[in-house]
């Protein structure tokens, strides 16, 4: 029994010691495996931070690490089995470490400032699912081939970086993957054909490469392909039919490449449930497939900028759920009766939003039951066409358009009085066309209108007084028609929003009146060919914004006046062709932006000045002036008179002697302070210029005593390129801002001269005015570069939307918000649309808004401004490399990350997310934005039903009476936001339909 029991226990004691051991060594196992995922994450922050201790502070000995920012761990093994880091700057580089994440799942790097290349150890993370690395503008190379060693990865996101080389076909062995994004990068080759094995593909994004060749064939195969977007791209070919056999497909964006071929004629059967068809800026031929009218869950559909032809049936009133119908620029319609007729059946999509049409072939009257269009349908354009007949009554009924462009066309006959019951019409364009009669006084009940074109016509009678009503209007054209009478004083005083004004080629008589005085923001204006007299009144003289002035042709008299010489904006001036008889008045040499003067056929007389536009021969134009003489040589004109030349010269004379004695003394006096007072020897002052804008001089001497010495008491903010502070000066009435540069900053610079250019060239009411521009040496012998601006009594929109010691926020009601939003959109406008070249900001952001006493917002620091070539067509020939551009975290376009040029686009994306921070009242780099959630995001899956969780509370109070008013307001705003700040730079509005929209907003909130 001994014996028994002796072995029983060594038994049992023998299984608690194996437990033991057993136990001890899985505990060290995971210690050991623990261990390795830290040392793996601490080696990954030194690479990921460049060794910056600063950065990711909780990363360290006295946390767990799988407490650490961005980390998350597995519950069995404690493994790291996420990695989360989005929207911060860690400016490093991946290292090799991170293929010792052995259990990683998920890794999240997006727009955390990466460079250097993705590391080939990338591929021992064979427990991968999803790899975000998006949005880093630095990370560069050849997507790593070990990747596909991963082969349970699901996604791949590596868009908006600058990756280049092929796209690896062994992707196509990868049978788990379900997304792949390679959007905005350099990547080259052709699309592999091996991605068609991998048959869970259920969206492709490519857009925005160098990819050439054809599609291939082989993606037809992939049965759960939803989405597929290959657009931007240089591909080649016709589109594959194998295509047609994706019967899941919804968004299908083939746009912007060189494909050619047809359509299907049984699309609706091939893509049954399509919502997206973008095919717009190919060589695309054929009809227009009737079968598209069966795809009923159709919301976008672009065919524009092809060469399609033919009628467009009338099944198209089917598309009941259609919001974008675009078929510009093809060979659509056949000039004649009929081409117009499925605009009836049209009728039925009643969330038809935009229709364009224009630069086609239809022909045709317009149809008297366009007045039968939803109130949704706010853009209407048929411009460019054959459309003949005359503009039907009941166009007055489409009561929701903002923006209606019918010119270029045959129209005859006059405006319908019902023209006026379009309230919330922003542009009308009737130019171009064979109307006739009286432009109607009901015109003037169109009070939202920013842009009038009734050029080219047959418009008699004289201007209708009722357009005093439009003081939105900035642009209004009614040039070359049979207009007579005075130009109404009173009408023309109330439109001081006006830039941009022509009047040419009609029959206008009597003097300028003196309302022209009141057009503050005034850009260009053209009087010429008409029966103008009198001469040119004193008031012109307040109009500091002018650019252009043409009076040509009329029957002015008089003197020119000197007071020309202080319109520095000037850059035309051509009052050719009067009865004009004085000298030439010398202040015209100050107009440093003068490129075109005419002068020609007056009565002038006497010394031609030598300076300024003067001195370029082929910029100016004095023929048919026998009484002027002198001059450069090159005009070949006689010299003065020998008594004039004799006083001339002796007066000169006695200024030089004057001005030597003068400069002894100071320079005596200098040399004198020199070599008494000063301890060191110092650099020569130079002058400081005002960078060819000819405005005030001003010293480093006058801004330092302007500021108290840049007290610290006057230090209004820094910047990324410097300092700011509020001052005042002896030759403005108002105080004033000066921007001073830290030149120790790099790019500082070039920062300088670019605000400078960019500023000095620009006039808009709601940019912000630059005064001066100071070049200079400081009282420490360094150099000194500062610009001057208006003070702007109410901040920024930084300070009001997120300063919360201040009361800002609580007084910034929503109209107050859309008056905000609309005056940059406004500015945005001029800047992409308004000038010669097209100026791209790149910085959007609420700092960089500032608002006047009025609330009145100006759009500000252009250090980072670029112009692009062109001025309505923004194409990728246009655009400028902006491989040096950033702007700021959070409001950079995703695209500027990838290298992509910049363009107006990106602007339009900075703003839509301006908007959304206004809406919401949270920055975009608000610590909620994380793992894959956006601000844009955010808002987009809140609108419209809980678009009250998202707003800023102080919008809720004064709405809580109309709840109804505020709920549609709100989800207007939002929506804005939203569709500014997509993704793609092709699906972004455009601004000026953003004004309009916001315009409409602006008018419910009024009513």
Not at 120 to 146: D, F
Request: hydrophobic share 40%.
């Amino acid at each position: 029994m001994r014996t028994f029991m002796s072995i029983f226990f060594l038994c049992f004691a023998s299984q608690i010691l194996l437990h033991y051991f057993l136990s001890s060594a899985i505990t060290v196992a995971f210690a050991l495996s623990s261990q390795t995922d830290k040392l793996a994450l601490l080696a990954l922050k030194e690479k990921l931070t460049n060794g910056v201790s600063d950065s990711l502070p909780s990363w360290n000995e006295s946390l767990h690490f799988c407490e650490w920012q961005g980390i998350t761990c597995g519950r069995r093994h404690m493994r790291v089995i996420s990695l989360h880091l989005e929207n911060q700057i860690l400016g490093g580089t991946l290292g090799p470490s991170l293929g010792n994440l052995t259990f990683l799942r998920k890794l999240y790097l997006s727009n955390v400032d990466l460079h250097g290349e993705i590391p080939k150890q990338v591929g021992r993370l064979k427990r991968l699912q999803i790899l975000h690395l998006t949005n880093n503008s630095k990370l560069q190379g050849e997507i790593p081939m070990e990747l596909t060693n991963c082969s349970n990865i699901k996604v791949i996101n590596l868009g908006f970086n600058q990756l280049i080389g092929r796209i690896p076909t062994r992707f196509g062995s990868m049978m788990q993957l379900i997304r792949l994004k390679l959007r905005g990068n350099n990547l080259v080759g052709t699309i592999p054909s091996s991605l068609g094995n991998v048959s869970s593909l259920q969206n492709i994004s490519l857009t925005q490469n160098h990819l050439e060749g054809s599609i291939p064939d082989s993606l037809g195969k992939l049965s759960s392909l939803n989405l597929l977007y290959l657009g931007g791209n240089n591909l080649s070919g016709e589109i594959p039919h194998s295509l047609y056999n994706l019967s899941n497909m919804k968004s299908f964006d083939l746009g912007v490449n060189n494909l050619f071929g047809s359509l299907p004629s049984n699309m609706n059967l091939v893509f049954p449930n399509l919502v997206e068809f973008l095919v717009g800026v190919n060589q695309m031929t054929g009809n227009f497939p009737p079968s598209v009218f069966n795809l009923t869950e159709l919301r976008w559909f672009d065919l524009g900028d092809n060469f399609f032809n033919g009628p467009i049936l009338l099944t198209l009133g089917r598309l009941i759920k259609l919001e974008f119908f675009q078929i510009a620029k093809n060979n659509f319609g056949s000039g004649k009766a009929h081409d117009l007729d499925f605009l009836f059946p049209l009728t039925n999509c009643t969330e038809l939003t935009e229709l364009v049409l224009h630069e086609n072939r239809f022909g045709g009257e317009l149809p008297h039951f366009t007045g039968n269009f939803s109130t949704h349908l706010s853009w209407l354009d048929m411009g460019m066409n054959q459309i003949y007949g005359a503009i039907p009554k009941g166009i007055g009924q489409l009561t929701g358009l903002t923006y209606l462009d019918i010119g270029n066309n045959f129209l005859e006959g006059t405006i319908p009085n019902s023209i006026g019951k379009l309230n919330n019409l922003v542009k009308l364009f009737l130019g171009e066309n064979k109307l006739y009669g009286n432009i109607p006084n009901s015109i003037g009940n169109l009070t939202m209108l920013s842009e009038l074109y009734l050029n080219r016509n047959k418009f008699q009678g004289s201007i209708p007084f009722t357009l005093r009503y439009c003081t939105n209007l900035q642009s209004l054209n009614i040039s070359d028609n049979k207009l007579s009478g005075h130009i109404p004083n009173q009408t023309i005083s109330y439109l001081e929003n006006l830039v941009d004004l022509d009047l040419s080629i009609n029959s206008l008589t009597g003097p300028l009146p003196l309302g022209f005085g009141n057009l503050k923001h005034i850009s260009s204006l053209y009087l010429n060919e008409n029966k103008l007299s009198g001469e040119i009144p004193n008031d012109l003289g307040a109009c500091f914004t002018l650019t252009k002035l043409v009076l040509k042709n009329n029957f002015f008299h008089g003197g020119i006046p000197s007071f020309l010489g202080s319109l520095r904006s000037l850059e035309i001036l051509d009052i050719s062709n009067n009865s004009f008889s004085s000298t030439i008045p010398f202040e015209l040499e100050n107009l440093t932006l003068l490129n075109t003067l005419n002068l020609s056929f007056n009565n002038l007389y006497g010394d031609v000045p030598v300076e300024g536009v003067f001195s370029n021969v082929s910029a100016i134009s004095l023929t048919g002036n026998k009484n002027l003489c002198g001059g450069i040589l090159q005009l070949k004109l006689p010299p003065c008179s020998k008594l004039p030349a004799k006083k001339h010269k002796r007066s000169l004379k006695k200024k030089l002697i004057l001005v030597s004695v003068i400069g002894v003394v100071l320079i005596s006096f200098i040399v004198f302070i020199i070599f008494h007072f000063l301890p060191r020897k110092t650099k020569m002052l130079p002058s400081s210029p005002s960078l060819q804008k000819g405005n005030l001089m001003i010293t480093y001497r006058e801004l330092h005593e302007a500021t108290d010495g840049f007290s610290s008491s006057n230090l209004v903010g820094t910047g990324s390129f410097g300092s700011v502070y509020k001052g005042s000066l002896l030759n403005f009435e108002k105080p004033i801002v000066v921007k001073v540069l830290n030149l120790k900053t790099r790019g500082a610079a070039k920062s300088f001269k670019a605000e400078c250019e960019a500023l000095g060239k620009m006039k808009h009411r709601n940019l912000v005015k630059i005064l001066t521009c100071c070049s200079s040496i400081d009282y420490k012998g360094e150099e000194f570069k500062a610009i001057v601006f208006e003070f702007m009594p109410k901040g920024s929109l930084e300070k009001l939307l997120h300063d919360n010691e201040g009361s800002g926020n609580h007084n910034l009601s929503l109209r107050h918000r859309v008056d905000i939003a609309l005056d940059v959109a406004h500015a945005l406008d001029y800047l992409h649309n308004g000038t010669e070249k097209s100026i791209v900001h790149c910085d959007i952001k609420p700092s960089n808004v500032l608002l006047d006493d009025d609330t009145v917002a100006h759009l500000g620091d252009f250090g980072l401004a670029r112009l692009i070539l062109g001025t309505r067509d923004h194409s990728s020939k246009d655009q400028v490399n902006s491989s040096t551009i950033k702007g700021t975290i959070g409001y950079v376009p995703p695209e500027y990350g990838a290298g992509v040029p910049v363009s107006p686009q990106g602007d339009v994306y900075s703003f839509g997310i301006l908007l959304l921070e206004m809406l919401t009242g949270k920055r975009p780099t608000d610590s909620m934005f994380c793992e894959n959630l956006s601000l844009h995001k955010f808002c987009k899956m809140k609108i419209p039903v809980e678009i009250l969780e998202i707003v800023d509370s102080h919008l809720l109070m004064p709405f809580l009476k109309d709840q109804t008013l505020m709920m549609e307001c709100l989800v207007m705003f939002a929506k804005i936001g939203v569709a500014c700040s997509e993704e793609f730079p092709t699906h972004r509005m455009l601004i000026k339909n953003v004004t309009v929209k916001l315009l409409e907003i602006k008018q419910k909130l009024l009513c």
